[in-house]
């Protein structure tokens, strides 16, 4: 098209219509696009650790690892616990049972009419007489 010629509107509207998008494609096309990477594509290339606020605050970084480490020993240790005093409860409840046992053989064993059929083969024979109690009077000196 040359400088001079008669353009309608439609035209004249159609045409600026273009170089719109024209200038709109250019301008997507120059416009830099975001450069940062998200947080997680940071972390996973290790980008965050070279930032100024990682390398000044490392004591802190490294204390919250320290903690968090203690957080973790300390549930291995409290599941340790639980597992020893479950077993030591297991260990009592057996000691418990066999005692109650051995205790009702040994009163079920010494029953007076037991110890005396026991004893009668050897000529020891139960007192009928009454039990009788002596009294010492104690002088001082």
Known sequence: MSDNEFLDKDTM???TRKERQKEEKERARSKPKNTRPNAFA??????FLTREFV?????????IMLLLLLIVGKGYYGKQLSKDIDTAQKQLDEMTADYVEIKAHMEEGTRRYKL???????????SEDSIKVIKL???EK
């Open 55 to 63: 390398v000044n605050n490392l004591n802190f970084i490294f204390f």
């Open 116 to 126: 005396v059929q026991r004893l009668g083969p050897e000529g020891l024979v139960e």
């Open 42 to 47: 940071q972390i996973l290339n290790g980008d």
């Open 13 to 15: 509207e159609e045409l």
């Open 137 to 139: 009077k104690v002088t």
